[in-house]
């Protein structure tokens, strides 16, 4: 049997594989044929009785040679399960080809009888070998697993291959937006598509990516949310829309924060935010079945995910933690900057004379309200000075009828009580105009007088939401890192390839 020295890099292994193929092709057989039918995925073929006959695919994970017999284990989607390969069942020649020539990481069909051996190990009796797909680079570590975490993101498919908990991550991510979609869907709202690339980018207070269309022969932004778009649909007569898609934001990139990420935008007439807040509940009482267990171990602490969750008043808190009334910070729809300064000065809360009054605010409540939120709570009405697309509290101007939900001290949603005024919905963006200019705040939103135009043919009360799938998902699977959850974070270019 032809072997590769263990000591051979991956060059010389690249060769010795090739010359592997160049020996099948001589036998008259292709090692990379154009289809093949199984009859039974693995996890089926392993529900059947012994004597049954199938045909399973798989790439081959284990093999263990013992002379004139071969025991080997073929993997596929569904599950592992072992094959018993024997010179007199598949033929001198098929086994010397099979024995020499094929190693793990090769996709292979195998047809034969269920078996079960001594040990009760469900296994397939080969009567017939196909060769699917000849591999020429190893699998890593000898499929033991990637533990460098770059070279798991930078190379997923060998992270999914090698580690099965990576695939349980993206399947159960799978089944969790299936399940966002059929509450959407029960309650009679339609999936649709927004355009990626806008004329302006609005929606939310972030940095955009600017892109440039030749043709058009102008700047165009990437999308920083779907929310203006899925409004208009509102407008033009649906009882509810949403999107799960990609939105792009020029930040920063940490554990939290991919600059392409996935939400779910969802608007539906005659509802507010606390139908929003039902919404939150309903989603989480789904994952619950999907997980099979009402708690998650989620960095370092149990969260118990069964709903009903709890409202804490974000003015109430704010009173509680910094020993103001939240109103002495802010002045009718916008900030009383100078207040705002002097109470970050009295809590030691980091800030230059240049950080924007947004920001100051932000900090304040990360360091002194959100940072404790372990357990899912709805965190309700914030300040109108950052939220500018929703309706004010009834009698105070200064608020709005939003929440933030958080879990794991971590924000998954964000929901508004929809602002359908036009006249008061201008004026609020052209605070935030104000904003950009005065106090330099590049995240402040922008001006759309398309959407203000629109939203003068009338537009319904509704409850928005938005649901950060990424963050949800690093959640029910335990992960406090971003990129565990996205298939293929952006990372920096790696540096090897770069200069190829």
């Known amino acids: 049997m032809t072997t590769t020295p263990p000591n051979s890099g991956i060059n010389d292994i690249v060769t010795h594989n090739y010359s592997k193929i160049k020996a099948i092709r001589e036998k008259g057989i292709d090692p990379f044929p154009h289809r093949f039918k199984p009859t039974h995925k693995i996890a089926e073929a392993s529900k059947l009785?012994?004597?049954?006959?199938?045909?399973?695919?798989?790439?081959?994970?284990?093999?263990?040679?013992?002379?004139?017999?071969?025991?080997?284990?073929?993997?596929?989607?569904?599950?592992?399960?072992?094959?018993?390969v024997k010179k007199d069942a598949v033929g001198e020649e098929a086994y010397e080809l099979f024995r020499k020539q094929m190693a793990v990481g090769d996709f292979l069909g195998v047809e034969g009888k269920l078996f079960l051996t001594h040990t009760g190990e469900l296994t397939v009796n080969a009567e017939k070998i196909t060769v699917l797909s000849k591999a020429v680079r190893p699998l890593p570590e000898k499929f033991h697993g990637l533990t460098d975490a770059e070279a798991r993101y930078r190379e997923r498919y060998l992270d999914l291959i090698s580690n099965d908990e990576t695939r349980a991550i993206f399947v159960r991510r799978a089944q969790i937006v299936a399940a966002i979609r059929d509450v959407l869907n029960g309650r009679g709202c339609l999936e649709v598509e927004t355009p990626v690339l806008c004329a302006q980018a609005g929606g939310a207070n972030a940095r955009p990516f600017i892109t440039f269309h030749n043709a058009y022969r102008y700047e165009l932004y990437m999308r920083i949310a779907t929310e203006l778009p899925l409004k208009k649909l509102l407008i033009g007569g649906f009882d509810g829309a949403y999107e799960i898609g990609r939105v792009f934001r020029n930040e920063g990139v940490d554990t939290r924060h991919n600059p392409e990420f996935t939400t779910l935008e969802a608007y539906i007439a005659y509802s507010d935010y606390n139908g929003m807040a039902e919404f939150v509940e309903s989603v989480f009482e789904r994952c619950i079945k999907i997980l099979g267990s009402e708690t998650i171990e989620y960095n370092g602490n149990t969260i118990n995910l069964k709903p009903p969750f709890k409202r804490l008043s974000l003015p109430d808190s704010w009173k509680e933690k910094t020993g103001e009334d939240i109103h002495e910070v802010l002045k009718g729809k916008g900030f009383n900057r100078e207040n705002l300064l002097k109470l970050a000065?009295?809590?030691?809360?980091?800030?230059?004379?240049?950080?924007?009054?947004?920001?100051?605010?932000?900090?304040?409540?990360?360091?002194?309200?959100?940072?404790?939120?372990?357990?899912?709570?709805?965190?309700?009405?914030?300040?109108?000075?950052?939220?500018?697309?929703?309706?004010?509290?009834?009698?105070?101007?200064?608020?709005?009828e939003r929440f933030e939900f958080f879990a794991g001290t971590e924000e998954i949603a964000n929901a508004y009580s929809e602002l359908n005024d036009p006249e008061d919905q201008k004026s609020r963006l052209v605070e935030q105009l104000r904003q950009q200019k005065e106090e330099n705040n590049g995240e402040a939103d922008i001006l759309d007088k398309d959407f203000i135009e629109a939203m003068e043919y009338g537009m319904p009360p509704m409850g928005g939401i938005g649901i950060g799938i990424d963050r949800l998902c690093m959640l029910m699977n335990g992960k406090p890192s971003i990129r565990e959850v996205i298939l293929f974070p952006l990372l920096r270019p790696d540096t090897d390839t770069a200069k190829q």
């Open 49 to 84: 009785p012994a004597d049954t006959q199938v045909i399973i695919a798989g790439r081959m994970m284990l093999m263990r040679v013992m002379g004139k017999a071969t025991f080997a284990h073929l993997k596929d989607g569904t599950g592992k399960m072992q094959i018993y």
């Open 345 to 400: 000065k009295k809590l030691h809360v980091e800030c230059a004379s240049d950080t924007t009054s947004a920001k100051i605010f932000d900090r304040i409540m990360d360091e002194k309200i959100l940072g404790a939120l372990v357990q899912p709570t709805f965190v309700m009405d914030y300040p109108t000075a950052i939220t500018p697309l929703a309706k004010c509290k009834t009698g105070d101007e200064s608020l709005v």
